[in-house]
């Protein structure tokens, strides 16, 4: 089953923290000195938040997805859509480990796609994620811009 994930890079995380807690009635299910997530049921979405620096605002959209299988059908729909991906198996991020690929939508939202494979004590565990044309990138987020969706001329019936 999937479950929507949303990112927000935050500038003071104990006053967003608590902010949060309140709107969702429930304190996060991982606080860390520089990240916080929820893992709601109703609605069901993993809302994560982040004060370690970049812009304040959303940072990226998502869904995670409960095994490879989901993972592996959610990209082909994404590619058979003529949608440019960026993959990173094996990525080490957000104080979790996960195959995952990014993708970008026409307004250059990233939406990242994962299948989460354990927990890991750092936030950012790769020092050099692997990115498109080989460039290096922040922990959660391509550095690099993906390319949109390929261009079509789409007609009215």
Same mark, same amino acid.
């Given at each position: ?11 003071? #995380?104990? !006053?967003? /923290?608590?902010?949060? +807690? ?5 304190? @996060? ?6 990240? %916080? ?36 059908? #959610?990209? !082909?729909? /994404?590619?058979?859509? +003529? ?5 990173? @198996? ?6 979790? %480990? ?60």
């Amino acid at each position: 089953m999937k479950r929507f994930h949303v990112h927000v890079v935050v500038p003071k #995380l104990d !006053e967003s /923290v608590r902010f949060y +807690s309140s709107m969702f009635g429930a304190n @996060p299910t991982v606080l860390k000195d520089d990240y %916080a997530k929820w893992m709601l049921e109703d609605p069901r979405v993993n809302f994560a938040i982040s004060a370690r620096g970049g812009e304040a605002g959303v940072n990226h959209l998502g869904f995670q997805v409960d095994s490879e299988e989901e993972l592996t059908a #959610l990209r !082909e729909q /994404v590619v058979a859509g +003529s949608v440019e991906i960026q993959d990173q @198996p094996g990525a080490q991020c957000c104080y979790a %480990a996960s195959d995952k690929y990014w993708t970008q939508d026409p307004a250059g939202v990233p939406w990242e796609t994962y299948h989460t494979l354990g927990d890991i004590p750092l936030f950012g565990a790769d020092s050099h994620e692997k990115t498109v044309a080989g460039a290096s990138s922040a922990c959660c987020a391509p550095a690099v811009s993906i390319p949109a969706v390929v261009q079509r001329k789409v007609g009215c019936g």
